[in-house]
Nanobody, 124 residues
Framework: QVQLVESGGGLVQPGGSLRLACAAS????????MGWFRQAPGKEREFVAS????????HYADPVKGRFTISRDNAKNTVYLQMNSLKPEDTAVYYC?????????????????WGQGTQVTVSS
């Protein structure tokens, strides 16, 4: 079982940047696909980005394409989410999780080992 801890959230003005980090414990991190999701108040959890075990293939949700970049450092057991040109609608709690299959990589049902989340607030 992989345990995940997110960090890097905070308050930022529109147009600003943040880099989230998700630190994983466990020996299987380097062999799994990882995903970032977010959940705004009153809304369902939604897919943000995913990255396969070796970082070669990445997927992004349409609202964040061109602004967010997912990456990973398997030596540090960490996956990152660089967020640029932030908008108020990016405000949410951001979660990382491990893809286990059984569903699409874009759906929460395919993931487990969720972290506790980190709050991102974009506001002037």
């Amino acid at each position: 079982q992989v345990q995940l801890v997110e960090s890097g959230g905070g308050l930022v003005q529109p147009g600003g940047s943040l880099r989230l980090a998700c630190a994983a414990s466990g020996r299987t991190f380097s062999s799994v696909t990882m995903g970032w999701f977010r959940q705004a108040p009153g809304k369902e959890r939604e897919f943000v980005a995913s990255i396969i075990w070796n970082g070669v293939s990445k997927h992004y949700a349409d609202p964040v394409k061109g602004r967010f970049t997912i990456s990973r450092d398997n030596a540090k057991n960490t996956v990152y989410l660089q967020m640029n040109s932030l908008k108020p609608e990016d405000t949410a709690v951001y979660y990382c999780a491990v893809f286990r299959g059984g569903s699409s990589w874009s759906l929460p049902d395919g993931y487990d080992s969720w972290g506790q989340g980190t709050q991102v607030t974009v506001s002037s």
